[in-house]
């Protein structure tokens, strides 16, 4: 049996399982790369937090008003 442009069925099969496992790999890369680049952002963006702005002491030049 012969597929796209007369090819052997089991060749074209072939290639199409090496190709999704290419692709299967290269995206675990990209995911990896990825959550480690959100990761450093994160700790960069935490580590230049303002003084002052921590969470629950509101925001610079917000008046809190005595209960």
Do not use: C, I, W
């Amino acid at each position: 049996m012969s597929g796209y442009r007369g090819e052997p069925l089991d060749d074209v099969l072939q290639r199409f399982t090496e190709s999704s496992d290419a692709a299967k790999d290269l995206a675990g890369e990209l995911h990896g790369q990825v959550n480690t680049a959100y990761s450093a952002l994160g700790r960069a963006a935490y580590k230049e937090e303002p003084v002052g702005r921590g969470v629950g002491q509101g925001r610079v030049g917000t008046p809190v008003r005595p209960v």
